[in-house]
């Protein structure tokens, strides 16, 4: 396995002027997972393909190691690949599929049988290992897929096109346990790629976000979440995205805000307040300064009901997680827990 | 939903199609049926001879030579257009405007009525004044269908192929444009070879098609008439002469209607059996693959 570093890298197809990928900068320690989040058409099928060699970077480079592989084709890449899908080969048996790729790079039969047996133990696959891709669930087709990109025991690196889109719901965190597990065992670097902000945020140690081809934010999942880099990111992350109000607003002469806080934030014109829903906490009151203006039930907590709740404010909308009965138009303050500060411009230039 | 309560009304859904399968398949083969088993002297003076036409039909030679050589020419038509339709298929882009373009021009012959094919070939490879033949006498080669065997079936195997890969190049583009591109990504980041991704991954794919291009060929072939009739007249000699026009020779030309009915059932019932041992072939070895 190897350090993946990407430097200055940009893309554009050919015929093309505007780049789809635009001076990536990424550098992901050896034997770690990172996940790229974006949504579709921010570049990260460009990013994948590039990855695996089946496009070459039109400027900047690429290392694994420090080995520069920008103009290395796939074949010999040494990289494997999950897709969206089971790929496999529908008229071998999964252990014929799990030796394929050793015995095409000049593996012994007994090696590569020994080789393929072992990784479909470990993925418990060895029940299945005599039958064909047709006799199996879509579970263990893709888990079986997994197992093929994992045989190889010289690869510098494992691209995962979002390998848990095809699996049953129920299964998607077996799998995901499989994957990781085997991924800290072996101390594989892992790039995972997806839309799925849960997906990216549960697997990987550190996450990029990418939006129009640019790299907005990496970090780890908790950094992300916690301190986004700007309000781009505040809102694309998380289910509901942040909230903002402008920092200034809570100083100003304008009619109070009805927030309480422990420590408010200082007076600086240049920021964003972002709060998320489950740091704030409303509290009912008849002359509350926020109105209730959306309900959504989430769940139960402790016998009560927990809300989504919507409170507006003239023009500032907030959500916040309440407990207990909540009806329309009822009234409340709203407490704030923690919040984090954002600059009010985007910082989408940030990696040019 | 009651189980026990049948509802018949469906059957005359079904009926339209019963009644048109019946005039236009069923009666007509009944009719020949009956013929086969009679001596018609004149449309009221009939009589009954049980299987005399059949052991008659069976043993004649003429019929089996045309056999011999109708079995030949299906071999060679489906051995030579299924790998040459697959090998095109292959080598076509698979997005574009030439692909447009040139998925037109195979469905070209397709469309050319078959007597119309027959008379192309036949002045095309004409000696003196077809492109074909005039080049090949240019050549130095003496090149002449109408008087040499060989040449005859050459032309005739020519016209076929002309005529029907087109069939099995779009059929089988069909069957590899299904094929995702991350299987083609897959093989590569395997180091797979192009005859391994051909064996592995297109091939699979192509069967289901492949059975039907195979089965079509095998049938029209089998009941080849048309172009051979117009390009040599079953010639020379009776070099090119296959079942139907060996069956029309004596139905239309020696008006036998009673060994032409056993011939017609014969000739029937040889085709559903080749069909039906390639066919079954085909799925069984279907149902071992899973």
Redesign the interface.
Known sequence: MAAITLDQVSFNYPGTTEPVLKNLCLHIEDGTTHALLGASGAGKTTLLNML?G?LSPSSGALRFGDKNVSTIG??E?N???V???P?L????SVLDNLM??LL??GWVMKEARGRAIEVAEELELADVLHL?P??LSLYQKQLAAIA?SLVRTDVDLVLLDEPLTAVEPAMKWRLRQRLASFQVEHGLTMIYVTHDQTEALTFASQVSLLSEGRILQTGTPEDIYNHPIDRFVGDFIGSPGMRFIPSARLHSDQPPLGLLFAEPPERDAGTLMGIRAEWLTPQRSADGIWELVSKRLVGTDGGQEKSLLGFRNGDFELLAEGLGNWCKGDRANLRVQRYALLPAEPQTAITS | MNGQKQDNRAWLGVLPVLLIVAFSAVIPLMTVVNYSVQDILDINTRLFVGFEWYRETLGDTRLQDALGRQLLFSSLVILIEIPLGILIALALPREGRVLSFLLILFAVPLLIPWNVVGTIWQIFARGDIGLLGASLEFLGISFNYASHPLHAWITLLAMDVWHWTSLVVLLAFAGLSSI?P??Y??A??????RW?IFR??EF??LKGVLTIAVLLRLMDSLMIYTEPFVLTGGGPGNSTTFLSQYLATKAIGQFDLGPAAAFSVIYFLLVLLLCWIFYTAVVKDKGT??
């Open positions: 695996s089946l796939a074949r890449r990289v494997a690949l897709f969206q899908f790929v080969y529908e008229t071998k394929f790729p095409n790079r064909r047709a006799g093929k | 995702a991350a299987y990504q897959a590569e980041l395997d180091d797979a070879s391994q592995f991954i699979p794919r693959d899973q």
